[in-house]
């Protein structure tokens, strides 16, 4: 029996992306994919709890598609317990439009679904692209993501566990290799800005600029800034297992 590989994201069903990722990835599996509506970027881990949820049939070469009216979340869950016909050996998120390196990806939906299928128990890999045109040719990802599909297959990752992957934007022949890194500790500096709309009513609209100074060696954002796909491990567990043995003295 072949590998089922459940494949959601957070750009919507029709992005390029998440075609271009289910159609390299039905090389290795059968393929359920159940992705939000429309774009659900930056939702994280968000569930819908205040409306019912709707999923309807939609065409996707390589495999059963859904569209489901809810968050990346929700789409796990949903494809997980009512649409996958046995549980799946692999749950997938992307390709994203965009980073989603650094510590920054507590924000995002990519990463959210990801985190969901470990807490479901299953492996997970998210895949991410540092392009946010609408024109990104996802072609040189090809190899990237086969690479780590096969070595996925040969080697799995434990339920529970996660890849966070990053591709940067650069023709196949000019991504120097793949390393398997840490987080690096960067993020978007938030600021909401006040703004006035054309009958002088306020409203504010969140801008930023994303920091990333000098990060180290060993990080994402070195790798991804020298050419490199970065690869780093995650896991839903959030404990701080420095402070762990450091506050100990709270205990009575």
């Known amino acids: 029996m072949k590998p089922l590989i459940l494949i959601t994201n ?7 992306g998440l075609r271009h990722l289910v ?11 159940m992705a939000p509506e429309r774009n659900s970027s930056g939702l994280s881990t968000s569930i819908t709890t205040s409306r019912p949820l709707r ?3 939609v065409e996707m070469a390589g495999g059963s598609g859904y569209a489901c009216d809810g968050t990346p979340v929700d789409c796990v869950k949903m494809g997980v317990e009512h649409f996958c016909p046995r549980c799946p050996d692999l749950v997938l998120s ?3 439009y965009g980073s989603n390196a650094s510590i920054n990806v ?5 990463i959210g679904a ?3 299928a470990c807490l479901c128990g299953f492996p997970a890999i998210g895949f991410s692209v540092l392009s946010h045109s609408p024109e990104t040719d996802f072609t040189p990802c090809t190899p990237t993501i086969r690479h780590i599909l096969e070595q996925f297959f040969l080697h799995p990752l434990p339920g529970g566990s996660a890849l966070n992957v990053n591709i940067p934007r650069l023709p196949a022949d000019q991504i120097k290799g793949i390393r398997v890194c840490r987080q690096a500790k960067a993020a978007w500096v938030d600021s909401l800005e006040r703004r006035t709309d054309p009958i002088g009513r306020p409203y504010w609209w969140m801008t930023g600029k994303f920091v990333c100074d000098n990060p180290p060696h060993d990080t994402d954002q070195y790798f991804l800034s020298q050419g490199y796909v970065s690869v780093v491990p995650i896991r839903p567990d959030f404990t701080d297992t420095q402070a762990l043995q450091n506050i100990l003295y709270f205990e009575k």
């Open 10 to 16: 957070d750009d919507g069903y029709q992005s390029q």
């Open 55 to 57: 999923v309807r049939s």
């Open 114 to 116: 990801v985190l969901e």
């Open 106 to 110: 507590i924000y995002s939906g990519t």
């Open 23 to 33: 159609e390299v990835a039905s090389a290795f599996g059968d393929i359920v994919v």
């Open 94 to 96: 992307g390709i994203n």
